[in-house]
Every structure is written in C-alpha cells, then in structure tokens.
C-alpha cells in the first residue's frame, strides 16, 4: 500500500479552507483518505512488529485543541500517527507525519520526566562513548545524519560541568532522532519500506536507552 496524491491534495486544499463549512461539505472525501491512511499506519505497525514490539497505534484526529491556542483554525493539515513499544522494558516511541512539503519522521524521547531526564545525563556524564558510537553507526548516519534533536539548555544544567566531554548531550532537554520527505518521496511506491527501515534504524539507541532507563547508576534493573 501506498500514499494517494489525492491525500496530499486534499491536504493542500485543506490548509487553505481550513473552516467549518469547507470542512463539511469535503467530509465524504476526508472520511475515505482517512480510511485508507489508517491502513496505511496499520501496515507500518505490522511492519515494526515482525523486528520489534509495538503495543499501541494511535493514528490521531484531524480536529485541532484550539482552547489554549491562538490559531483558532479547527482543522489539522497532516496525517499522524504514533507507535508505542511494549512494557516497561521497552523504551521509545515511533512518529509519523503526512504533511505536504512538510512529511517527516521521528523517534526518541520527547520529553523525559525528570528522573528519566537526570538519569540520561549521569550515563552521558559517566561515559559517551557507546552513545557516540550508536550516533555514528552507518544506519543512523544514513538515515538520521547521524544527531540527535530536541531543545536544550544554553549552558550546562546544575550538577554538571559546562566543559564536560558530553556536554553537548547533557545539556539537551529531549533527545529525538528526525528524518525528513519530499512529496515525491512519500507518493513513491516505496515510502512505506523506506519508513520502517528508517525506524529499524532506530533500534540500537532504542535498546541503549532502554538500558539506562531500566538500570540504576550501579547497573542493577529497576523494573520488575
């Protein structure tokens, strides 16, 4: 299965409508891309699920929260959907936006509790080389440009040294592995390989943190 062009121009037409009447009046059509984009995610989390353990699939609803927001415009105008590893052992999660001239993907940790947040630095503090090497690894320099995004502090946070080696790691506040599309690169009839391979990619840093994240500074598990 593949992206329709008929998704991304609805899409288009969407941004530039983006108003209740419109809306309606479009609905039989949004509900049948919707159906199909649906299964498109699902054939992804089938995917994933032969190399990892995906709990849950969340494809979320195009309708806009706009009580806390100042763009009061009702309607989202992308696809997304997000995959949950499994249990307490598996850490990380998998993101997937359709947006015209604007698709990506993502995976990682976006925004760590603080114990998880402080623990991730300690490991980074105490030694960087296994993350470095992860970065560095040919897959995550393929897909990923070998970094990892995410806002941060602007010097180092309290408890830690601005000149450590790590402290362009430490010092982030989420920790988040992108890949961008072209539109023509989501239409392709490969898109679909091509996002779970780039996720598969993902799998040695998910396995690292999922080890920090589980572990005290001693390496003693602290899950069940």
């Given amino acids: 299965m593949k992206v329709n062009k008929e998704v991304l121009e609805f899409l288009k037409k969407l941004k530039k409508n983006n108003n209740r ?6 609905k039989p059509e949004f509900d049948e891309l919707k ?23 969340k ?23 997000s995959f949950s590893r499994n249990g307490k052992r598996l850490r990380g999660g998998y993101y997937l936006r359709i947006s015209p001239g604007e698709s990506f993907l993502a995976g990682g940790f976006w925004g760590p509790n603080k114990e998880d947040l402080f623990r991730i630095r300690k490991e980074f503090e105490i030694s960087d080389t296994e993350i470095r090497e992860i970065l560095s690894a040919a897959d995550f320099e393929k897909y990923f440009g070998g970094r990892l995004e995410g806002d941060e502090l602007k010097t180092a ?6 000149d450590d080696p790590a402290i362009d790691l430490i ?11 072209t539109d023509q690169e989501v239409l392709s009839p490969d898109f679909k390989d091509e996002v779970i391979r780039s996720f598969r990619a993902l799998r040695p840093y998910f396995d690292y943190m999922s080890e920090v994240l589980t572990t005290d500074l ?3 598990s602290t899950v069940d």
């Fill in 21 to 26: 009447v419109w809306f309606k009046e479009h």
């Fill in 35 to 57: 159906s199909g984009m649906e299964e498109f995610y699902l054939e992804i989390k089938k995917g994933l699920s032969e190399e990892d353990e995906i709990e849950k699939l």
């Fill in 59 to 81: 494809v979320y609803r195009i309708y806009r929260d706009v009580r806390f927001s100042k763009d009061k415009t009702p309607y989202k105008s992308h696809f997304a959907g």
């Fill in 157 to 162: 946070p309290k408890g830690f040294q601005k």
């Fill in 171 to 181: 010092r982030k506040k989420a920790f988040i592995a992108t890949r961008k599309f």
């Fill in 218 to 220: 001693n390496g003693v």
